[in-house]
């Protein structure tokens, strides 16, 4: 499969610290892709550029061959199709996991309309689909409050798969979980795939290993090394910047990018 997201020369400076300096790179349509590094790095500021979050001071951002360089989120979102998970979970507490759902439907109706009783009958298919794919469907009638850390953690997944987006950000989403809830949720992320191009920036080298082939290694706002999650581990660079420092896995889970 082709090439759909390329940045050229990506950078961005904040007070004179350049957070991203001509950073090149690029995914693939059915892509999983991980990127990780040392807090600073620069993995969610290139994430916050690619979404339109932040406005790059110089470089561009392509998705599907067309520039979308300092376009607005909204516009981002809607007309591109890239959604974003951000660390904590951004659930709406005080309604039922179905009525998440279903409020996160690109259709238009009225929020009254919005809960899955009231769905149309392809929203409430394609909910009853993710509650299967994010192991929910015997908590579909709970309040969201009344979830575990990772149950929201996988509803804000399943109401960004509800969006249909062509790339899904994902950044941290093991963070805060069990190491059960991590596995579980590498097993859900790998059956998403299924032809969509999925980014993951992550920390816990245990679930790295789950679901990478491809990673992409990110220190002090470069590119630092690039490959098969293999040569990663065995590169020199890269054990010293950021692995021998990391191998306690979940116990590095914090944040910042």
């Not at 001509?22 to 059915?30: A, K, T, Y």
């Not at 065995?234 to 191998?247: A, M, T």
Request: charged share 25%.
């Amino acid at each position: 499969m082709g090439e759909v997201l390329r940045t050229e020369n990506l950078s961005v400076s904040f007070g004179g610290f350049w957070a991203l300096r001509d950073v090149n790179f690029s995914v693939n349509e059915g892509e999983l892709r991980v990127v990780i590094g040392p807090n600073g790095a620069g993995k969610t500021t290139l994430m916050d550029l690619i979404t339109g979050r932040v406005a790059p001071t110089y470089g561009k951002v392509f998705f599907e061959g067309k520039e979308i360089t300092g376009k607005s989120p909204c516009k981002i979102a809607a007309d591109f199709r890239i959604g974003r998970k951000f660390q904590g979970p951004n659930v709406f507490e005080n309604m039922t996991v179905a009525e998440n759902l279903a409020l996160a439907a690109p259709v238009r109706r009225t929020v009254v309309s919005s809960f899955l009783r009231a769905a149309p009958k392809s929203v409430q298919e394609n909910a009853e689909r993710i509650l299967e794919q994010t192991g929910l469907s015997e908590k579909r009638n709970f309040l969201a409050c009344g979830l575990s850390h990772g149950e929201r953690q996988w509803l804000e997944i399943g109401m960004l798969m509800m969006q249909d987006p062509k790339l899904m950000i994902l950044d941290e989403p093991t963070a805060g979980m069990t190491e059960e809830e991590t596995y579980r949720t590498g097993e859900m992320i790998q059956k998403l795939l299924n032809g969509r191009t999925v980014l993951v920036v992550e920390h816990d080298m245990n679930f790295v290993r789950q679901v990478a082939k491809t990673v992409t290694v990110l220190h002090m706002g470069k590119i630092l090394a690039e490959g098969p999650l293999s040569e990663i581990e065995n590169n020199p660079e890269v054990i010293r910047v950021y692995l021998k420092s990391n191998k306690a896995g979940k116990g590095n889970d914090h944040a910042g990018g």
